[in-house]
């Protein structure tokens, strides 16, 4: 694999104050979203990896759905230019072309060695499961489509398979990483008891599980339950959140339901938009408007409080929602915002 940016450690939990290595930030203040990108010091491991990574993953998911090529080109490079190095995306996003647009990307901009790459791999139809024909069959088309030799974590996705034998896909995914197409393997929608029976095959050589995909944010606080994390806190895992924003909804621009609208994204947001979202996003208002910063950075700033949580994996639609979401790693919540937001939620 290759060497990531140096720059100042942050832990992976907690509150404590982020602070650029050549130029401290006061306290108080969230990371600048003009001038120097400040974010280029800022690294955290991702588990045990290897990787050093800014503590807020890009997520592909609109990229060739709701977000064309030149504009998801604007939003990897707004990324990039305020200090993130880490980019995720899967197979079946959009049929593979969210990982076509990333490899144009990467190739264009000449930033393969510099960008740590995370790709789910198990729901694209055309290879579909953790089996091993197929998951081999889905790894290397993701290598073509992304224009790439390796992937710097492969997330299996546990979602789209309930019939292979863990043993099965960790056998598969053990072959990967001698092969060198693989460096990590992380997990996706797997149980704690599913966590516990791979570190066992993983004392008997099967490469072990290091990161772990949970769908969780402050409105989905209780998916990421007791089990996993107890069991993810032992093995030292690296949880990267998916939908830290709730399909968008945490960012606080949708407030009411849309009428006459049959779309997916408006099918999402929908179901949030009731007392309890409201409250959530008042919550997020009051802090936001005390600290300077959007509601977006608030949840961002939210989920990084929690303990175990390394890097939420964040979507977006244009650059200026990339600066907004940056801002959320330099904004500490303190004790009686975390517990304002958390009674909202409830």
């Known amino acids: 694999m290759a060497t990531f940016g140096i720059g100042s450690t942050l832990p992976s939990t907690g509150q404590d104050t982020v602070q650029h290595a050549a130029a401290p930030l006061h306290p108080s203040a969230p990371i600048p979203v003009q001038g120097p990108p400040v974010g280029d010091g800022i690294r955290v491991p991702l588990g045990e990896t290897g990787a050093k990574i800014f503590p807020l993953i890009l997520g592909g998911a609109e990229f060739g759905w709701n977000v064309d090529l030149e504009s998801s080109h604007e939003i990897l490079d707004a990324y990039v230019e305020l200090g993130g190095n880490a980019v995720h995306t899967a197979d079946s996003f959009s049929g593979g072309r969210s990982e076509h647009i990333i490899g144009q990307w990467l190739r264009s901009r000449g930033l393969r060695d510099e960008v740590v790459l995370a790709v789910r791999i198990g729901a694209h139809p055309d290879n579909p499961g953790l089996g091993p024909v197929n998951l081999v069959r889905a790894v290397e088309a993701s290598l073509t489509r992304l224009g790439t030799d390796r992937l710097d974590v492969l997330y299996l996705d546990s979602t789209a398979d309930s019939v292979t034998a863990l043993e099965d896909t960790l056998a598969t995914a053990e072959w990967l990483v001698e092969a060198g197409k693989v460096t990590a393997v992380g997990a996706a929608g797997y149980t704690a008891a599913q966590l516990v029976e791979a570190r066992i095959l993983a004392s008997a050589g099967y490469p072990r599980i290091t990161v772990l995909d949970v769908p969780f944010n402050v409105l989905r606080r209780h998916e990421f339950d007791a089990d996993l994390r107890l069991v993810a806190g032992a093995q030292g895992m690296a949880v990267t959140p998916s939908h ?63 303990r175990l949580v390394t890097a939420p994996i964040v979507n977006a639609y244009a650059p200026h929602h990339v600066q907004e979401l940056v801002q959320g790693v330099g904004v500490p919540l303190s004790r009686a915002h975390l517990a304002d937001i958390a009674r909202a939620a409830e």
């Open 244 to 306: 830290a924003l709730e399909h968008g909804f945490l960012a606080g621009r949708h407030r009411t339901r849309a009428r006459g609208s049959l779309s997916v994204r408006s099918a999402q947001l929908a179901a949030s938009v009731n007392r309890r979202g409201s409250r959530t996003l008042r919550a997020l208002d009051a802090v936001g408007s005390e600290l300077g910063v959007p509601d977006a950075a608030v949840a961002v700033a939210w989920l990084l409080a929690q």
